[in-house]
């Protein structure tokens, strides 16, 4: 908006009305006092002010103007009457926003001047918005680079108060940062500790997670700079992410070697213990047969027999689970694959289990119809333990039901349903781990949580799955899944 003032009518009239009509928004003021009431509350574009008028001349508005901050840069065309009036204008101002145009006014002179001094004050205008923007980028990306810089030390004088050796790599995969135990298994900040022979390529298995944008978790042997011993550490990288997005990877190697050895050191023991147990266990176990034989019909001793040769059957059952698994470990679980038939296996299962447990409903439903390939000992193995847990884990509701069939065209697919107490989502998932059991499982049922971790075993051994689906209070279902036929895998 342009501001003229002058106490003129006319003048104001035939200046407003050029303007106007030249597309100019233009504002008036009929003397000194009132123009600068305006420019207190306004902003303008463009001042054309009269020199002479008589409460306060044009030169006096001028230089109040220009000691305001708001105001100091708007320019000024003066209306000069006499040509005297020049040298002040010139002597007074010289900052290049202030020009003069003599009465009587050529309007076309005016017009030019105008559009000059408008055009001026639009660019200065720009430019100090765009300097305003700049210092606010400036600002923001100084607040940014400082919460960065902050988040960074945090999160690196967390990594220096752990025992781990730790590190963090950026997004695209270079080392960023490593602790001071870094050094005590790298001779430099800047590579990786060197590994085993034996062992994976450090370097390429963190840039392949990097490049997957896969977390990645792996053991691998480490040794300190003056030790000729390697010690086992797990090592595990994760991406840090902001916004959902990855900006760094943080890294650490835990030392876990002891926590091996002792792992170590219990199966060696569970496997002598359950060597030399199964010895004595076994005679003890025939000569309870050759009694149970020698006092039969002889009551109360026959009773007193066979119910002790139950529970040694049970220890026996409990040793041999123990055997399996340390064999397991040492991998000499030995698997000699046949062809089997699966449905008489089943049918037998289902009629010693029916026998053994009279009041248990057991009904199969689905037949294979044709022999498969797999350790049928093994298989069995897994049944029985299926078989073993629907019956114990449902002692209110005695009813199991077998499934067999098969599916995608070639494989056999097994499950075993109950009606009994269930487990919890969370815990499905746990149960085929080493010793776990369900928490509702271990306050009222006896067992060691080793059943299911064998079966796993056993199915992963035939290429196959294993699962359970269930709900808590109604039940469970158990089933595994082996290809039919002999695989190449
Ligand atoms: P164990 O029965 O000796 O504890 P398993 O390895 O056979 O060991 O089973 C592991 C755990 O799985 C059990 O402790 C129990 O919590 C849960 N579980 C297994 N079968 C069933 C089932 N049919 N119903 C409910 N829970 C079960």
New binding site residues.
């Given amino acids: 908006m342009i501001l003229i003032v002058d106490d003129t009518p006319e003048n104001i009239y035939s200046l407003k009305a050029l303007l106007t009509l030249h597309s100019f928004p233009v504002d008036t003021a009929a003397g000194g006092e009132e123009a600068l009431k305006k420019i207190l509350n306004n902003s303008y574009a463009l001042i054309i002010l009269d020199v002479q008028m008589p409460d306060m001349d044009g030169f006096e508005v001028a230089s109040i103007i220009s000691g305001y901050s708001k105001t100091k840069d708007t320019p000024i065309i003066f209306l000069t009457a006499a040509n005297t009036d020049k040298q002040y204008i010139t002597k007074g101002y010289s900052s290049g926003g202030v020009d003069y145009i003599t009465k009587p006014i050529d309007s076309d002179i005016l017009l030019l001047k105008v559009k000059t001094m408008y055009r001026l004050y639009e660019q200065s205008r720009r430019l100090s918005e765009i300097h305003l923007d700049l210092l606010q980028e400036i600002d923001q990306r100084k607040k940014a680079e400082k919460a960065a810089y902050e988040k960074a030390a945090e999160l690196h004088s967390t990594l220096e108060s752990i025992p781990q050796i730790a590190f963090t790599i950026t997004a695209d995969g270079g080392l960023e940062y490593t602790n001071s135990k870094w050094l005590e298994y790298s001779s430099s900040p800047a590579e990786y500790p060197p590994t085993h022979p034996e062992d994976i390529d450090l370097q390429k298995a963190i840039s392949n997670s990097v490049m997957t944008r896969e977390p990645f978790e792996t053991e691998i042997r480490l040794r300190r700079h003056k030790s000729e011993v390697y010690r086992c550490h797990l090592l595990r990288v994760m991406p840090v992410l902001e916004n959902n997005e990855i900006v760094k990877w943080a890294g650490t190697f835990t030392d876990i070697e002891d926590q091996k050895q002792i792992a170590e050191k219990k199966d060696e023991f569970i496997s002598i213990a359950s060597h030399e147990l199964k010895t004595p266990l076994t005679s003890i176990k025939s000569y309870l047969q050759l009694l149970e034989r020698e006092s039969a019909g002889n009551a109360p001793f026959s009773l007193y027999v066979t119910r002790t040769l139950s529970q040694v059957k049970k220890l026996d059952g409990l040793i041999a689970d123990l055997l399996d698994i340390s064999k397991l470990e040492n991998g000499k679980l030995l698997f000699e694959e046949n062809a089997f038939d699966i449905d008489r296996l089943v049918n037998n299962q289902i009629e010693m289990f029916s026998h053994t447990y009279p009041d248990y409903t057991i009904s199969r439903t689905g037949e294979v119809g044709q022999p498969i390939h797999g350790n049928e000992p093994r298989i069995e193995q897994v049944l029985i333990?299926?078989f073993?847990?629907?019956i114990?884990?449902?002692p209110d509701r005695k009813e199991i039901i077998v499934e067999t069939r098969i599916i995608e065209g070639d494989k056999l697919f097994v499950s075993?349903t109950?009606f009994?107490?269930?487990?919890h989502k969370e815990?499905q998932q746990k149960?085929?781990d080493k010793f776990?059991?369900?928490?509702?499982?271990?306050s009222g049922?006896?067992?060691?949580?080793?059943?299911?971790?064998?079966?796993a075993e056993i199915i992963h051994r035939h290429h196959g799955t294993f699962g359970?689906e269930?709900e808590p209070g109604k039940?469970?279902t158990?089933y595994f899944t082996i290809p039919l036929h002999k695989t190449n895998q």
Avoid: T, W
């Avoid at 009994?420 to 487990?423: A, L, Q």
């Avoid at 776990?436 to 271990?442: C, D, I, L, T, V």
């Avoid at 049922?445 to 079966?455: A, D």
């Fill in positions: 333990n299926f073993n847990n629907a114990k884990y449902s075993v109950d009994g107490i269930g487990i815990e149960l085929f776990y059991r369900a928490p509702q499982a271990s049922f006896q067992g060691m949580g080793i059943g299911l971790y064998i079966c359970v269930s039940g469970a158990f």
